[in-house]
Each structure stands twice: as C-alpha cells, then as structure tokens.
C-alpha cells in the first residue's frame, strides 16, 4: 500500500515537473513565424505583458510573470523583437531581458528633399517625421557636423544602413555622418579640390548630373560642360534645379516662365552651383565627377533618339540646332501620348 501511495507521489511529482518544463521550455509564443513585438521607449513591465496578451503573443494564463522573475526581467528595454512560432518563455523573456531587437536596414536611394527623408524616417523607426524634419533643419544640431539645412543631404550616402528601430533623429544622422566621412577620403578631397569643389560642393553637383542622366558613360561629360561653364562665368542653367526649386518634379519641359523662378536653387538666375544638393546622388555619379574629362564642351542636350544619350558641343549654335531637334520630337512624342490617352478614355 506504501509502495503505490510512493508510486502516486513520484508520478505526480514527475508530471508537475514536466508540466512546469513544457510551460517555460515548451512552444509559448503564438505568432506566424517573423512577426515583430514593439517596445516603445518608456514602456514599463506591465505594459509590455499587457501589449504581448492583446496582441495575442502570449495567453492571459502563461507563466510569462514567473518566467520574469526567475531570469530578472525587470529592466524594460525598448525596441523591434522578432518573435518566431513556438518560440518559448525563457527564450521570449531572455530576447527582452537582453534587448536583442532585430536590426532595421534602411536602404536609401535616390531621395530629393529633407520632407522625404524624414517622411522615410517615421515610416520605418520610432521616432516619427516630425523629430526627423525637426533634426534636419535645426541650424545648431548641424554645425557640429559641418552642415546647414541646405547642405544636409549630401550627408545622407546612397547606402544600406544597419540600425535600431528604436534609434534616434540624432543618432540616425550620425551614422549618415560617418559613412559620408568614410567615403570622402583624402584622396577623394584632393580630386574634388583639384577641380576646385569641396565634397559637399562636388556631392551638390553630382546630385545635378544624378538628375540629368542615367546613362553612366555621359555622366563625365556632364560634370566637364558645368565645370567649364563654372570657369567661364556662366550660369548653369541646369533644368533640375528648376524643378527642385519649384518642387514640381514631373516637368518633361521647362518654359521660359519656370526658369525666371525666385530659388536660391535656381541656376538660371543664380550664377554656380546650387547652395546644397537636390538629390542623393550615386555613387557612380559622385565618382564621375571627381573623374571628369578635360573638354571644351560648353552646352549638352538629350537626344532626339530618346535613347537616353546626350549630344555635347563647344558651339553655341550647334547646340540650339539640336535642342530644336529635340524639342520638335518632344512635342510630337506628347501629341502622340495624349491622342492615345484620349483613344482610351473614350473607349
């Protein structure tokens, strides 16, 4: 009779002690594989139990308290977890315990004003756009790192960059910082001196052939035709500033109207370079400029072909010969647009 009443003891005791381990070691987390649990900064224990309940994470009846407090989780840090299917309490606990968030990789390509960045910025970290936008534009935060409002965005790289979700304005730019610091080498700074520019300045004209062409091959001799026109005293004349200045960015023609538009951005009333850039430029095409030709090319202008090339001459009028050219297949390439679009509305 003591045997089974042992034999009763020891099962039940092995089934509690199996029930325990299967409630901290055992699956917890109910999620579709790769799904994030945010931590806002300032969160406290209560709130991230209450967040991972109502978001169905974790059931009301888990033993997420005990777990706490077995491993110490009272510290809450902020951030983006990934949690994964089956995932169990003492991994869960352990992931917040240590703030192991999962990174965000903001990629930044081609992006034309500081109200887009920060627009960029609050859709993907906590901080929002507003703090961004607040960031870029205050005079004080950007002396420090040797920018103003205008020149803020040759800061920002074309590049993929590693980051926390919980991350702030400040810091976001402090990494755009070092990554412009780290590509502006002192052989980089000695090319764009050598052709008179400093790296913002040369970033600044980059990001002006960067909206001229992708036709890498032309992209040199772009830069060549603003340098010379730079030396000679000429205004630009650069048809994407126009469009930076009037923030209108689908133009196809610019008209005498857009080029008489008050900007300090505006090349065709202001003699040099743009006071900052008017996109991120590429790489490729920052590189085009500190590897610029020498030429005698004074003027460029797309091509009739729309093949995306550009002719380049040292002669006025050869230049108005094939900017006419160009512009008769431009309006006849519209005609032709805007016939097939009415064909189709009134189908």
């Known amino acids: 009779m003591k045997r089974k009443l042992l034999f009763g003891i020891l099962a039940v005791l092995i089934f509690a002690m199996l029930f325990i381990g299967w409630k901290f070691f055992g699956p917890a987390v109910s999620t579709p594989s790769g799904e994030f649990f945010y931590i806002k900064t300032g969160s406290d224990y209560a709130t991230v139990k209450k967040e991972l309940e109502t978001q169905r994470f974790l059931n009301a009846g888990s033993f997420f308290d005990l777990t706490s407090r077995i491993l110490k989780y009272n510290q809450v840090k902020p951030g983006r977890y990934k949690l994964n299917k089956g995932m169990s309490l003492v991994n869960l606990v352990r992931m917040l315990r240590n703030g192991s968030q999962a990174p965000l990789n903001f990629v930044v390509t081609k992006i034309r004003t500081r109200e887009a960045l920060a ?81 913002i300045e040369a970033t600044t004209l980059a990001s002006i052939i960067e909206e001229e062409s992708n036709k890498a091959a032309d ?97 006025y009028e050869d230049h108005m010969k094939y900017a006419r050219l160009y512009q008769q297949e431009l309006t006849e390439w519209m005609k032709r647009r805007d016939s097939t679009q009415a064909a189709e509305q009134s189908k």
Not at 138 to 152: C, H, K, P, Q
Not at 185 to 190: G, I, L, N, V
Not at 231 to 254: C, S
Not at 276 to 297: D, F, H, M, Q, S
Request: charge should be positive.
């Open 219 to 315: 992209k040199p001799k772009i830069a060549s035709v603003y340098l010379n026109r730079i030396d000679k005293g000429m205004p630009l004349q650069a048809d994407p500033t126009v469009k930076f200045a009037l923030k209108n960015f689908e133009l196809r023609r610019i008209l005498r109207g857009h080029t008489q538009t008050v900007s300090p951005f505006n090349t065709y009333v202001n003699k040099g370079l743009p006071p900052g850039p008017i996109c991120t430029p590429a790489i490729e095409t920052t590189e085009a400029v500190l590897n610029t030709p020498k030429t005698e090319y004074l003027y460029f202008v797309a091509n009739s072909n729309f093949d995306g090339t550009h002719i380049f001459t040292s002669n």
């Open 119 to 199: 627009g960029r910025v609050g859709r993907m970290f906590e901080c929002d756009s507003m703090e961004m936008i607040n960031f870029l534009n205050n005079a004080d935060s950007l002396r420090a790192f040797g920018f103003d409002s205008n020149t803020v965005m040759a800061a920002v790289m074309p590049l993929s960059y590693t980051m926390k979700w919980n991350t702030t304005a400040g810091r976001i730019f402090r990494q755009w910082n070092n990554s412009f610091q780290q590509f502006w080498t002192k052989d980089r700074r000695q090319k764009a001196a050598a052709l008179g520019l400093t790296a």
